[in-house]
């Protein structure tokens, strides 16, 4: 097999240039290509598995085509609507563009949780409580919960990042004084 330094030197470095990352990286790549083959086997498997196709195509134009641009036009008209400045920001202060992801964030993650569970949001799912024995109508007031704890975790990290980057004081020079050296011009 060689020695460990030829191991570690030559045989990954061209792994590397041949992959482009490291051997670690490969490892969880083929784990995710494995499961997701797997879902796919199993999800071809049923009834009609033509509409499992026509479902992630349906999906692909759907984002592609009116979720993308709506969701980049929202987020320019956030930049135009609140300001956005070109020219850097003043030293301690966090430019105007550095505080638009801390919104965001939580308007991401808030709007994957609607799109996943907006039947049970929305109150549009049947026979809820007789399938799981839970209630129904908790999951408006639980997501609008989530959604304001995110943008207030969101928030409180946007005031720790301003306290912390804004610039120190500095203590005042002291006047020059008789015996200090320095002797004022007449």
Not at 7 to 14: N, P
Not at 103 to 127: A, C, E, K, M
Request: overall charge positive; some cysteine; proline content about 9%.
């Amino acid at each position: 097999m060689g020695h460990p330094a030829d191991f570690r030197g030559g045989r990954v470095r061209g792994f590397r240039a041949r992959y482009g990352a490291s051997p670690l990286h490969l490892l969880p790549v083929l784990c995710s290509f494995t499961l997701a083959g797997y879902a796919g086997i199993r999800l071809l498997d049923g009834d009609e598995p033509w509409m499992v196709v026509v479902w992630f195509v349906g999906a692909a134009l759907l984002h592609d085509l009116v979720l993308l641009p709506l969701y980049t036009l929202t987020d320019r008209a956030a930049l135009t609507v609140l300001g956005r400045r070109r020219e850097p920001a003043a030293e301690g202060n966090l430019p105007m563009w550095g505080w638009i992801n801390y919104v965001r964030v939580p308007v991401f993650l808030s709007g994957v949780l609607l799109l996943t569970y907006f039947p049970l949001i929305l109150g549009q799912v049947d026979n809820f409580t007789a399938y799981t024995g839970l209630p129904d109508d908790v999951f408006l007031g639980r997501w609008l919960l989530i959604t304001a704890v995110l943008f207030g975790l969101s928030a409180l990290l946007l005031l720790a990042r301003m306290w912390s980057s804004r610039p120190a004081k500095r203590a005042p020079e002291p006047a020059p004084g008789p015996g200090s050296g320095r002797e004022s011009a007449p």
